[in-house]
């Protein structure tokens, strides 16, 4: 089943680096409408439960810690074709390997302090968007 809706996180480098307003205005611009969004902090912990798929992976312990380093931005997105059309828009996981215009290739710093986090299935991007949000406050 398709939602057309995502999930997205501004991770901490996009934001401590102030480029929020920069990487909203391309998702808008892409045709996403923002449907939830919250400026929050994870713990380490809860971002252990956001990445609990990766706890088998080399550069999970790191990858909590970073994301536990600053504020992030949690958004609900909604376009048709959501998941395959943000994955596109940020472009591949490691920045250097990503294309051009896309946010990871305009923003990130590396791998791990890679931007943005986009949803990898319909699935998923229920399940992300709900660790974030209840339906109330989604419009
Ligand atoms: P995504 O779907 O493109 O976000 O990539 P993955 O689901 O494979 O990985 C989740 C997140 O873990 C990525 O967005 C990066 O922040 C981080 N990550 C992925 N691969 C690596 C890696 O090889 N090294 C490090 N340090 N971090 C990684």
């Given at each position: 089943?398709?939602?057309?809706?995502?999930?997205?996180?501004?991770?901490?480098?996009?934001?401590?680096?102030?480029?929020?307003?920069?990487?909203?205005?391309m998702i808008e611009e892409a045709g996403f409408r923002i449907v939830a969004m919250k400026k929050t902090l994870l713990t380490p912990e809860r971002a252990g439960q956001f990445y609990a798929v990766h706890a088998e992976r080399p550069f999970y312990k790191d990858l909590c810690a970073y994301m536990s380093s600053g504020a992030i931005i949690a958004a609900i997105l909604e376009k048709d074709n959501a998941v395959a059309d943000f994955r596109k828009l940020?472009?591949?996981?490691?920045?250097?390997?990503?294309?051009?215009?896309?946010?990871?290739?305009?923003?990130?710093?590396?791998?791990?302090?890679?931007?943005?986090?986009?949803?990898?299935s319909d699935e998923n991007a229920a399940i992300e968007g709900s660790f974030y949000f209840s339906h109330t406050e989604q419009f």
């Amino acid at each position: 089943m398709t939602t057309n809706r995502t999930f997205t996180m501004i991770k901490p480098d996009a934001v401590a680096a102030g480029h929020t307003g920069a990487i909203l205005k391309m998702i808008e611009e892409a045709g996403f409408r923002i449907v939830a969004m919250k400026k929050t902090l994870l713990t380490p912990e809860r971002a252990g439960q956001f990445y609990a798929v990766h706890a088998e992976r080399p550069f999970y312990k790191d990858l909590c810690a970073y994301m536990s380093s600053g504020a992030i931005i949690a958004a609900i997105l909604e376009k048709d074709n959501a998941v395959a059309d943000f994955r596109k828009l940020i472009g591949a996981t490691d920045p250097a390997k990503a294309e051009e215009g896309t946010i990871r290739k305009l923003y990130a710093k590396s791998i791990e302090a890679n931007a943005v986090h986009g949803s990898d299935s319909d699935e998923n991007a229920a399940i992300e968007g709900s660790f974030y949000f209840s339906h109330t406050e989604q419009f």
